[in-house]
């Protein structure tokens, strides 16, 4: 008994990325009286997904604000109390329903600054779960960062560690500009240390989560846990896959692709969002304009298929890419 208390004791700590969740608003709340929080059942039941469980214990319902079953009411209220000071955190329960309040977050919300001149801002953040692999069917697993991605004035966030969820809470909150923040169903349960106090990830910084020199292979929040799969696989052939975490589609950090493109000379992105309309194209797209003389291959794109999401699992495996789809993606590639 005692040796399995030392083990515990002597285990770094670690935080679900679902409870980084609710540690990075609430690092904010401390820190800024300004920040509230708004959405369906958010307060005393800590969110359908349980992402903002003891935040209405501990800042009240002043702050913590349960809403009707409305998008737009919810985006409204947010976009209202953004423009007149606070620092309003809104909820929408699954990104599909942001087409239910497209009106306000298309039309609206990222288009007040520039058409009053700087004079209001709406710093605002629009939190939502996203993506797909949990068999809820094609109404409720829809990775829609792509939606956003056609909106300019909106900064779009996808974390994919538990680190990152906090670090880039902080920066969105703090953001001037409205941010879609994008936390993934699927990485919910997963864990991970820790970040320290007062930890900010800076928007439009992408990270290299793996080195190599084969391959570079840029993912963005379910999918990096993917590609990093991948590459340990693939190392074991021999093929050096480095890795590329986006973090953020606005701002894209072209910068850190082109640099690791420059180490390998070969270039696969894989996302979730289909591949009509995907933030793949435009990276590829980038690295055509300002990368071309750095590719020694064809650039290849992984990406969800084309069709509204199945609801059974061994039909959903089918359009969203997997370990073993990013492997043969590489593999031909370094093979090239």
């Known amino acids: ?19 980084a969740v609710a540690e ?20 005393a039941a800590g969110g359908v997904f349980k992402t903002t469980v003891g935040l209405h214990k501990e ?3 002043e702050r913590v604000w349960d809403t009707p079953i409305s998008e737009q009411a919810i985006v409204g209220a947010a976009m209202g109390a953004a423009m007149t000071g606070m620092r309003p955190v809104a909820e929408i329960m699954f990104s599909d329903f942001l087409a239910c309040c497209w009106d306000y977050l298309a039309n609206e919300i990222p288009k007040v600054r520039y058409m ?27 990775a829609t960062e792509n939606w956003a ?5 909106l900064k779009i966030a996808a974390p994919s560690t538990p680190a990152d969820v906090i670090g880039m809470m902080a920066a969105a909150i703090r953001s001037d500009d409205p941010v879609v923040f994008f936390e993934h169903k699927g990485l919910l349960a997963s864990k991970g240390p820790p970040p320290p106090p007062d930890h900010v990830v800076e928007l439009g910084r992408a990270a290299v989560v793996r080195e190599g020199a084969d391959v570079t292979l840029v993912a963005l929040a379910s999918m990096v846990p993917v590609a990093l799969t991948a590459a340990e696989r693939l190392a074991e052939e021999g093929i050096g896959v480095e890795v590329v975490d986006l973090r953020t589609l606005v701002p894209l950090d072209m910068a850190t692709v082109l640099a690791s493109l420059g180490r390998t000379s070969r270039l696969v992105t894989v996302e979730e969002n289909p591949y009509q309309g995907g933030w793949g194209a435009t990276v590829v797209s980038v ?3 300002e990368g071309f003389g750095l590719l020694d291959a064809p650039v290849r794109r992984l990406a969800g298929e084309c069709v509204p999401l199945p609801f059974a699992d061994a039909l959903e495996e089918q359009v969203i890419p997997t370990v073993d789809k990013v492997v043969a993606a590489v593999r031909g590639l370094a093979a090239y």
């Open 1 to 19: 008994m005692a040796d399995v208390t030392r083990e515990r004791a002597a285990a770094p700590r670690q935080i679900s990325y679902r409870d």
């Open 24 to 43: 990075g608003i609430a690092r904010e709340m401390r820190r800024d009286p300004s920040v509230v929080c708004l959405g369906e059942d958010i307060g």
């Open 59 to 61: 800042f009240g319902p």
């Open 116 to 142: 009053t001149g700087g004079q209001v801002t709406v710093p605002l953040v629009v939190r939502t779960a996203n993506g797909g692999g949990l068999g809820f069917g094609a109404q409720h697993s829809q």
């Open 149 to 153: 991605l056609t909106v300019p004035g």
């Open 287 to 289: 690295v055509a304009d």
